[in-house]
């Protein structure tokens, strides 16, 4: 029998937008499994915990079987034994990416020379869309409809409001 082969997704998700749910879309449809990773011990303050962040995301993925949501503390290259997965799916969108996005794939290679990144485009109208702008454009007031799920919308508003 065949190994199953795992993408490992990793990021903030600070939260999780339509194109970060593009990217999943894509890897499903060329690995096994895709585990979610969302990043735990951040020295920036998030705006949702990884618990919320992690709730976020199970819910827009309530419907995918192939798919698992997990957080991670310390190094993505030991998580990736951890989890029995070789290959870490990053998106790129733009060349302002590239840089860092480079560098992590060499860092990660060297630190576990099992790992393979794999760079993924999402579709054109996701191409300028980060979380921090999501974050941004809503405390602000603008409109973010078709860039995020109705869910995080709600989740987001509740914190403006303050009901949680
Ligand atoms: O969504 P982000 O913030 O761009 O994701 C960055 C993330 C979580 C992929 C990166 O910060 C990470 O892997 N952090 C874990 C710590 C680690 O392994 N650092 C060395 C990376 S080469």
């Not at 339509?18 to 990217?23: A, E, K, Q």
């Not at 011990?41 to 618990?51: A, G, I």
């Not at 919320?52 to 957080?71: K, P, Q, Y």
Request: glycine share 8%; aromatic share 8%.
């Amino acid at each position: 029998m065949s190994k199953k082969r795992i993408a490992v997704y990793p990021g903030s998700f600070d939260p999780i937008h339509n194109g970060h749910l593009d990217i999943i879309g894509r890897c499903r449809s060329v690995f096994d499994e895709v585990v979610v990773a969302v990043l735990g011990n951040e020295e920036k303050q998030p705006v949702f915990s990884v618990s919320e962040r992690m709730a976020m995301i199970t819910h827009e993925l309530r419907e995918c079987e192939d798919c698992r949501v997990e957080s991670f503390s310390g190094l993505l290259a030991d998580f990736m034994d951890q989890v029995g997965a070789r290959t870490i799916i990053r998106g790129l969108r733009a060349v302002s990416d590239f840089e860092y996005e480079f560098q992590m794939a060499l860092m990660n290679r060297r630190l576990n020379p099992r790992i393979e990144t794999v760079f993924m485009v999402p579709k054109e109208e996701y191409i300028y869309l980060s979380s921090r702008l999501v974050k941004e454009v809503f405390f602000l007031g603008g409109d973010l409809t078709g860039l995020v799920p109705e869910n995080v919308l709600r989740e987001l508003g509740d914190r403006a409001t303050g009901r949680v």
